[in-house]
């Protein structure tokens, strides 16, 4: 229960990054369609803040003119007060005497000159601090409406910039959708459509009279049924007549006496397999009498070699992908022949329209991940596609879809398995095939495309 709880979190992880991706764009749709009914709401406000601008400026205008209620108090109040004024200084002017004799009617009509121009001036006074302190009031109210409005216009000129890429965000968001959906309704289709149509194909055989058998490097004298055929390093002996022709990472050590050399390709007839599958800038070693060369993945700690060793006439279809060297006669190279199948429905479900044979005399040095593994075809062996390293000509080859649709949705399992037949024959597999590399065109996105492309041409 815990492993499969942990098999169902690995795929999840693995799918998380979509899934956010889309939680996310759609996350900033919801929060930006929210944000343009935020700009409906402001720029009301911002209307609202301008007529009242816009009101307050009309109070001050009729202040400054004198047309409000208030100016003309004040203004009424200052008239009366200067009339007052004026009137006292004319009845001082008239009386410059008697007013300032005490109790005399002069004096004492002075005396309330003076209290009314007293009771004026304090009417003016009030009336001048109500004005003020209304002026200053609708400065201030100005200020923070102006001071509000430039907070609106900020606010709007950023939302609308939002407003304006919000369709970008949908968009976004049913393209990622859209890409997710496909992939799934892709891997449906070919599991459900695709794979039953391989499935009942008749099997392929490359070439039926040739000789399949093959040996096993580790123990040449006798032909395995089934077993490892692999080691972390291997010592193999090159004789004089001998060269071999090995990528430079998995060459280990060899006699100071051997002479090596840069060979470009591993067949100039297949440049372009040769090079897409890594056999190019090879070394080529040669020894002038019996030499011991030890062969060993030195890059990768999960790799291990094996050695196919094919008599005279026999013949071997290899993935060029797993082949990492070859053991030869100098003057009998291991002869590579092409075989299309254009002509099968087969090839074309499963995009394998080439196939390329290697015949021998010879030795094959291939890799696989924790290991290589030997099995005879006898009445009908299935192998994942992913594993399969190759397998003797002259045995039948089919394809039949893997056994659950889960297991093939969630990246565990390749949509075809391949199935050995004939008897006669071997095919040789890796332990474990490297989750790094996944076929199929759904493997990987462009480079499962890729992947998909190369197994067109048998590489």
């Known amino acids: 229960m815990t492993r499969t709880l942990s098999e169902i979190f690995g795929w999840v992880k693995s799918k998380i990054l979509s899934y956010f991706l889309i939680v996310a764009i759609l996350l900033a749709g919801v929060w930006a369609q929210g944000e343009i ?31 409000d209620p208030l100016s003309r108090v004040y203004a009424r109040a200052m008239q009366r007060q200067l009339d007052k004024e004026m009137e006292r200084s004319e009845y001082k002017a008239a009386n410059p005497f008697m007013t300032w004799v005490p109790f005399t009617e002069e004096w004492k009509h002075m005396r309330e000159l003076d209290f009314e121009v007293a009771l004026s001036a304090a009417a003016a006074v009030a009336a001048e601090r109500a004005v003020g302190e209304k002026v200053r009031a609708l400065s201030k109210a100005k200020e923070a409406q102006v001071a509000l409005k430039a ?11 939002w407003k304006a890429l919000l369709p970008t965000f949908w968009l976004a968001a049913a393209i990622l959708g859209a890409a997710i959906a496909t992939g799934i309704a892709i891997k449906v289709f070919l599991y ?7 499935s009942r194909r008749p099997p392929i055989r490359i070439l039926p009279d040739a000789n399949g058998t093959i ?7 006798a032909i395995l049924d089934s077993g490892t055929v692999s080691a972390v390093s291997i010592p193999v002996v090159l004789n004089d007549d001998m060269e071999l022709v090995i990528r430079p990472e998995y ?37 002038p009498e019996a030499d011991k060369v030890v062969i060993s993945a030195t890059r990768d700690p999960l790799n291990e070699v094996g050695l196919i060793v094919l008599p005279d006439g026999s013949t071997f279809v290899c993935q060029p992908r797993a082949l990492v060297g070859v053991i030869q ?13 254009l002509g099968h429905l087969q090839s074309w479900l499963t995009l394998q329209l080439r196939f390329l044979v290697f015949h021998g005399p010879g030795q094959l040095i291939v890799s696989g991940c924790r290991g290589v593994r030997m099995e005879r075809a006898e009445q009908g062996r299935l192998i994942n596609q992913a594993a399969t390293l190759g397998f003797s000509a002259n045995i039948d080859y089919a394809n039949t879809r893997c ?9 565990k399992e390749d949509l075809f398995n391949d199935l050995f037949t004939g008897g006669s024959g071997f095919y040789v597999y890796e332990e474990m095939p490297d989750y790094k590399r996944k076929s199929g065109i759904a493997g990987r996105g462009l480079e499962g495309l890729i992947d998909a492309g190369l197994k067109v041409f048998g590489i």
């Open 37 to 67: 009914k935020k700009i409906g709401e402001k720029e009301n406000l911002l209307k609202t803040t301008e007529a009242e601008i816009q009101k307050i400026d009309e109070q001050l205008r009729k202040f400054r003119s004198g047309i």
């Open 151 to 161: 907070e609106y216009d900020k606010y709007l000129e950023w939302a609308r910039k």
């Open 192 to 198: 459900f459509v695709i794979a039953p149509l391989a």
């Open 215 to 221: 040996l096993s490097g580790l123990s040449p004298d």
């Open 251 to 287: 060459l280990q050590s060899t006699s100071f006496r051997a002479k090596k050399k840069t060979q470009w390709l591993l067949n100039t007839s297949f440049p372009y397999a040769s090079l897409l599958s890594g056999m190019f800038l090879l070394t080529r070693v040669r020894s």
């Open 329 to 341: 006669a100098q003057a009998r190279p291991i002869r590579i022949t092409r075989h299309w199948r």
């Open 403 to 411: 056994e659950t649709f889960v297991s093939y949705w969630m990246g």
